[in-house]
């Protein structure tokens, strides 16, 4: 099914400030048509994201997440992103065993200057989020439903 | 509180694909707001005041602005709350112009995509704090990293404006490309005449410092206070005691060192001054060719040295520099001709780069100004340029225009018919781009007034016959094969972006584009500031540039240095870390991950906590990310500011 036929899926990004944020202006002001399921979450950078956001955003619902940040070495942090890639690498491995398809979930670099490149990457990962449908509810007893348990225990955090 | 949402319909930027007055409307139905409205052009007077009105008659408490980017418009607004008696941080922005009205056609999806994005915005806003910036103390010296036209303007005007300037400069000598080249267009003045003065303005300035044969080794620090260690190579040669008098030049026996300064195409020696104009003049040894130091035998430099200068035994050193904001004027370098194989370069000697050929023409040149061809010394009669060569051509990954190398062929055929009236000029082009003051002019006067015969096509190959060059080309415009038999052929190389131009963007931590020319803040409005504060280009480092742009540039850069450093306190930004004493439990996570050592452990009433020193804190937000309690949250982005617009999204 073409992402522009049927219903939108809810598909979360998170956009570091400088970088993709500001790629995906740069594809607005070039007028590069995208599919509108997107909706965008602007941060400092992708180090401020807590896999945890994702996770709790999978559980309310979101049929897709999708992480973009400054090309590495890059960062306007200098390393941020360095940070974000171990914990979102870590994450990936983690989302099957929590009943997520970790095709839901996609992390990438796009630079200020990349509106082209934006537009693809949302472009295929609309895609991709169609293909699947949308995300299965989760019943009480899930591993994901024990995540939700244990979200807010200073351990887990 | 009560909060206020403005839809802009900027024109019908917004309006003509978003439902505005809908979007407001629903509005409406979000918690704790009380008054939503569609405006024509929210950042206009008119819209502003409109904003300030409403906040009075209101009583609102935030204000919740659908535009364009906060990237564009974000500092306006929060002018504007100001001015109405609010917390400038009280303040949110939905982005539903480059996000959605002009990337999107469907009203219907729009319409809805916008109203949730106001909704996440609403939600954020509900839990944002009244934020205070603090101030802090400014180092008023800067640096200016590269000393070509425009570096050596920057410097200058800085100078001039009574800051101390350190001026770091890789090659020996200052002066850049521009030192090398014979003449410049449209006037055909001499370039060291008119960059020579400004250069011995560097070496006399009372407030510049200049650190030649020196590279940017690391930089810390933020706006106002950069920590910049400086790697001053080995000169082999102490630059106090050296006069710059000659003598090792003439006595040294490698006499066959290849010529940086002449592009290779003459030779040097191993110990030597670039060139006779060069600032500082001091000799500096080259390691790879020096007999001394690749096998410990000669030394003759030092024996004949009258102030005993030469230091073999030199090793690099590092200087930290203490500056308030930095200048990257790294230049650009030439397109490696050799990747065109059909035209030769590299493996026939008389086919050239635009660049040896401005040597070549020069009279402080290999040649003395007369124009030999490398091979066997001849001149030449006629010549064959070509342009292009790593410009607008996709297949190699340099699409775009160069800009200046239109310019130079058009000025160099003048040149070559000056040295030689009997020669002919052939110029192979795409498309000729002089769009400069007096440039199209120029061009004209090349084709017409010196004969210079332009042919509109592309070079297919070179072939060498009887000791000439067969250059193949088409003629697009009379739609024809042509050859033309050629002594020389001169390769119109593009600009790229100067080697190690990466690493220096990421020890700035300024951004840059695919092809490693610095990204400006705003390719419109903000053409010499970058993303990072403090940080400002000028010159091609930036996107190939030719003189006065270059000049331009750099005029510009100081203009913001000037107008940066006529405060003697910064306004520190409050969207910092803070950390709640009660939840940290001193593990030190927050403090290893911090890329700027912003947060450093204290003794709290007998117990390890972590502090966050404010003005050091970039608002990166990793230490949040890491920290395993949540005790530390970066102001503006808050867990529970995500959350609640993950949550506004899902629910």
């Known amino acids: ?157 | 509180m009560n909060i206020g949402v403005f839809v802009c319909h900027c024109g019908s930027n917004i309006a003509g694909t978003v439902d505005t007055e809908a979007v407001a409307k629903a509005a409406l139905g979000f918690r704790e707001v009380v008054f939503a409205t569609d405006t024509m052009y929210a950042c206009s007077e008119p819209g502003q005041a409109g904003i300030v009105d409403a906040i009075k008659e209101y009583d609102l408490d935030g204000v919740v602005v659908a535009s364009c980017t906060p990237r564009m418009h974000e500092a306006t607004f929060r002018r504007t709350l100001e001015r109405a008696g609010l917390n400038k941080y009280m303040f949110e922005m939905a982005n539903i112009r480059e996000h959605v009205s002009w990337v999107g056609k469907d009203k219907e999806a729009n319409t809805r995509k916008a109203g949730e994005l106001v909704h996440m915005a609403v939600e954020k806003l509900r839990r944002n704090d009244y934020l205070q910036a603090g101030e802090f103390e400014i180092n008023k010296r800067v640096m200016v990293i590269g000393g070509g036209v425009a570096g050596i303007q920057a410097a200058l005007d800085c100078a001039d404006g009574g800051l101390e300037v350190i001026l770091v400069e890789r090659e020996p000598s200052i002066g850049g490309k521009m030192s090398k080249l014979d003449k410049t267009f449209p006037t055909v003045d001499c370039s060291s005449c008119i960059l020579g003065p400004k250069m011995v303005d560097v070496a006399q300035h009372p407030n510049i410092t200049l650190y030649t044969l020196s590279e940017v080794d690391s930089v810390k620090g933020f706006v106002g206070n950069f920590d910049v260690t400086v790697r001053r190579k080995a000169a082999y040669v102490d630059w106090d005691a050296c006069t710059g008098c000659g003598e090792c030049t003439t006595k040294c026996p490698s006499k066959k060192t290849p010529d940086r300064f002449n592009e290779f195409i003459g030779t040097t020696t191993a110990i030597n001054i670039p060139f006779p104009q060069a600032i500082p003049k001091k000799a500096s040894i080259n390691a790879d060719a020096c007999i001394k130091l690749t096998k410990g035998k000669c030394g003759v430099c030092a024996k004949v040295c009258p102030t005993e200068a030469i230091r073999f035994d030199q090793q690099d050193e590092l200087v930290t520099e203490q500056v308030g904001a930095i200048i990257a004027a790294t230049g650009y370098d030439l397109f490696d001709f050799t990747k065109y194989g059909e035209y030769g370069g590299g493996r026939y000697p008389d086919v050239i780069t635009s660049m040896q050929y401005e040597r070549l023409l020069s009279a402080s040149g290999p040649t003395e100004g007369h124009i030999k061809r490398p091979s066997d010394g001849a001149e030449p009669k006629d010549i064959v340029f070509i342009q292009c060569v790593g410009s607008r051509d996709k297949s190699i990954g340099r699409p775009y225009c160069s800009g200046f190398c239109c310019m130079y062929t058009a000025k160099q055929t003048i040149l070559t018919k000056d040295h030689m009236p009997d020669s002919q000029s052939y110029v192979f082009y795409m498309d000729i781009r002089a769009p400069g003051k007096n440039y199209d002019e120029f061009t004209r006067r090349a084709m017409e007034e010196y004969g210079a015969r332009y042919i509109r096509g592309r070079v297919s190959a070179i072939q060498p016959k009887n000791g000439r060059y067969l250059v193949k080309g088409a003629d697009t415009l009379l739609g024809q094969q042509v050859e033309i038999e050629a002594d020389l052929v001169v390769l119109a190389v593009g600009a790229e972006a100067a080697k190690g131009a990466g690493e220096l963007a990421e020890k700035l931590r300024i951004s840059y584009d695919p092809y490693g020319f610095f990204l400006e803040g705003h390719p419109k409005l903000k053409p010499v500031e970058t993303n990072t504060a403090g940080i400002y280009l000028a010159g091609s480092c930036q996107g190939p540039k030719d003189i006065p742009s270059s000049v331009a540039q750099g005029d510009a850069a100081a203009a913001k240095v000037l107008a940066l450093f006529s405060k003697d306190k910064l306004a520190s930004d409050p969207q910092v870390s803070g950390v709640k004493l009660v939840r940290c439990i001193g593990c030190g996570k927050c403090e290893s991950v911090c890329p700027f050592g912003a947060i450093e452990m204290i003794d709290f009433r007998g117990m390890t906590k972590a502090s966050v020193i404010e003005t050091v804190c970039q608002g990166c937000g990793v230490c949040t990310a890491a920290c395993p309690q949540g005790a530390i949250q970066l102001s503006h982005f808050t867990d529970n500011q995500i959350l609640a617009e993950v949550n506004t999204l899902c629910l």
């Open chain 1, 1 to 157: 099914m073409s992402v522009n036929e049927g219903k939108e899926l809810r598909i979360i990004g998170f956009l570091c400030n400088w970088c993709s944020y500001a790629g995906a202006d740069t594809a607005g002001v070039g007028r590069f048509a995208q599919p509108t399921d997107l909706r965008i979450v602007r941060l400092p950078c992708t180090g401020r994201i807590n896999p945890l956001f994702i996770v709790r955003a999978f559980m309310n619902g979101a049929d897709g997440v999708l992480v973009s940040g400054c090309h590495p070495r890059d960062c306007h942090y200098s390393e941020g992103n360095f940070y974000a890639r171990r914990r979102l690498e870590v994450l990936k491995a983690l989302l099957p065993v929590i009943g997520v398809d970790p095709g839901r979930f996609e992390y990438t670099w796009v630079s200020a200057s990349e509106g082209q490149r934006w537009r693809s990457v949302v472009t295929s990962f609309t895609e991709q989020v169609h293909a699947l449908g949308p995300m299965p509810g989760f019943k009480s007893g899930t591993s994901l439903d024990m995540c939700l348990c244990h979200l807010d225990q200073p351990q887990v955090r």
